[in-house]
């Protein structure tokens, strides 16, 4: 199979990768020739690093990089059988780049964007052809992350999304099939991890530090909230928020928090920056978090039964499968459990009760509870 990719950036570069290793040619555009020396220089990098990790030997690391061309006019990618695009966030930008391309590629050639909050319908809608546009939504770094969303429009058609399914999944990916609809499905249900914790600290009940150690600590997550919207930047990560709240018609459960808007202001963007919610510079002094059992599980319980009402509530709008919301929330962003059979765990009624309890208590929207989980409730059942 012929791959193109639009975008050198470290998206593109790793999706290039990932289809490179499984044996496609892949023709890696940018408008940028730095953009592309960079690109390569990387990729000899983690591919020297594999082979000194004893994962891939010098014959492997030859015939990944002989699998891959970097080119810098669209009109080479001409030859395409899939391409995808990973560029820049704007929608304008993303319409015109693909009307472009599809007057170089054959009828039959997949156009696809790697987006990861824009309508995959409006992307389709710049095509003459919009039933060849399917979202691949790739998480970062695309070569370690295990899933990949994959968003037919409605225009998309059903040869379209099959064929593309079943070239990520020979990609050895986890795919997850997911509704066009605002954040798909990890950055939708993964939005009250960072909402309700902001919610949390804004209300005096604890501080950033405490708030990771009762998630990392009660939950089994890699990384506590604050750190990881550390490591993702401040900007990017409101910028999700924003647009997810926006995109959902300013439903109050995914409201942005104004602590998150001046940190970005501020300039307080995390770890690229030097400081965000924690402070990276040499000779730091780390916060230590204040170890209250009682504390932690109440932040903990909080913000789980949130993230279990967002994945119930995207199971009761089909947005996806049961299987790919729970697979996508631990191949995606390494949930330790997928949220429904958390929910299994806990107990419906748990469930249930606990949101009912934040509501009576707020009276906020943000606090109502699924449908899905009443019904299931009632009727006493279990997702799995």
């Not at 290039?16 to 990098?45: F, I, P």
């Not at 995390?270 to 402070?279: V, W």
């Not at 299987?323 to 009624?349: H, R, S």
Request: with cysteine; net charge negative.
């Amino acid at each position: 199979m012929n791959v193109g990719i639009i975008g050198s950036g470290t998206m593109g570069s790793g999706i290039a990768q990932v289809a490179a290793t499984s044996g496609c040619k892949v023709k890696l555009y940018d408008t940028h020739q730095n953009a592309l020396d960079k690109s390569k220089a990387s990729l000899e990098k983690i591919l020297s690093r594999l082979i000194e990790k004893g994962r891939i030997d010098a014959d492997e690391k030859s015939r990944i990089q002989g699998n891959i061309s970097y080119v810098s006019n669209l009109e080479d990618l001409h030859d395409s059988n899939l391409t995808i695009e990973a560029i820049i966030e704007n929608l304008d930008i993303k319409q015109k780049v693909f009307s472009k391309l599809e007057s170089y590629v054959a009828d039959d050639c997949i156009i696809a964007s790697n987006t990861s909050s824009l309508s995959i319908a409006s992307i389709a809608s710049s095509l003459e052809k919009p039933e060849r546009c399917v979202g691949i939504h790739f998480f970062n770094p695309a070569p370690l992350m295990k899933l990949v969303e994959v968003i037919p429009a409605i225009q998309t058609s059903k040869e379209v999304l099959d064929k593309s399914v079943e070239t990520i999944t020979n990609w050895k990916k986890v795919v997850a099939v997911a509704k066009d609809t605002p954040g798909f499905i990890v950055n939708r249900v993964a939005r009250p991890f960072y909402g309700e914790s902001l919610r949390i600290y804004e209300e005096g009940l604890a501080d950033f530090a405490t708030i990771d150690w009762s998630l990392k600590t009660l939950g089994g997550f890699r990384m506590g909230p604050f750190e990881l919207m550390d490591f993702i930047g401040n900007d990017v990560n409101y910028t999700v928020t924003e647009t997810v709240f926006t995109a959902f018609y300013f439903d109050p459960r995914y409201k942005p928090a104004f602590t998150q808007k001046r940190f970005s202001e501020a300039g307080y963007l995390g770890r690229k920056s030097g400081k965000g919610y924690y402070d990276y510079s040499e000779g730091a002094v780390k916060v230590a978090p204040t170890e209250d059992k009682d504390l932690a599980k109440q932040i903990f319980d909080r913000v789980l039964v949130m993230l279990i009402n967002e994945a119930a509530d995207a199971l009761f709008l089909n947005i996806a499968s049961a299987e790919d919301i729970d697979n996508a929330m631990t191949k995606g962003v390494n949930y330790p459990k997928g949220l429904l059979a958390w929910a299994d765990e806990k107990g419906i009624d748990w469930c249930v009760n606990t949101l009912d309890g934040l509501y009576n208590e707020y009276h906020e929207d943000r606090y109502r509870c699924s449908p899905l989980l009443r019904k299931m409730n009632r009727e006493n059942k279990r997702f799995f």
